[in-house]
Nanobody, 119 residues
Framework: QVQLVESGGGLVQAGGSLRLSCAAS????????MGWYRQAPGKQRELIAG???????AYARSVKDRFTISRDNAKNTVYLQMDSLTPEDTAVYYC?????????????WGQGTQVTVSS
């Protein structure tokens, strides 16, 4: 099986930055695409960034040009650099993994890490 563990969440002021990490363990050879979802209170979970094993990336319009996803295949870790944060970015952020080339369907989830942006 595969385990995903996020870290790096916390409280930051608007305009600040945070870097999330997601470390995969277990049968990591089963993971292909990885990405980040987030869920704000009262809202549905949304995909915000994805990355293939080869490094191709895609972003939701709401975070494009502010967030950067990257991965280190040797370390089985994916990162999310978040810049120019706004209170609207406040949410629980989840790491996700798939056996497919793209992040659909998601087979593996992390436990989530809280990101809170104060105004």
């Amino acid at each position: 099986q595969v385990q995903l563990v996020e870290s790096g969440g916390g409280l930051v002021q608007a305009g600040g930055s945070l870097r999330l990490s997601c470390a995969a363990s277990g049968s990591t050879f089963m993971i292909n695409a990885m990405g980040w979802y987030r869920q704000a209170p009262g809202k549905q979970r949304e995909l915000i960034a994805g990355i293939t094993r080869g490094g191709s990336t895609a972003y939701a319009r709401s975070v494009k040009d502010r967030f950067t996803i990257s991965r280190d295949n040797a370390k089985n870790t994916v990162y999310l650099q978040m810049d120019s944060l706004t209170p609207e970015d406040t949410a629980v952020y989840y790491c996700a993994g798939s056996q497919a080339v793209v992040l659909d369907p998601v087979r593996y989830w992390g436990q989530g890490t809280q990101v809170t942006v104060s105004s």
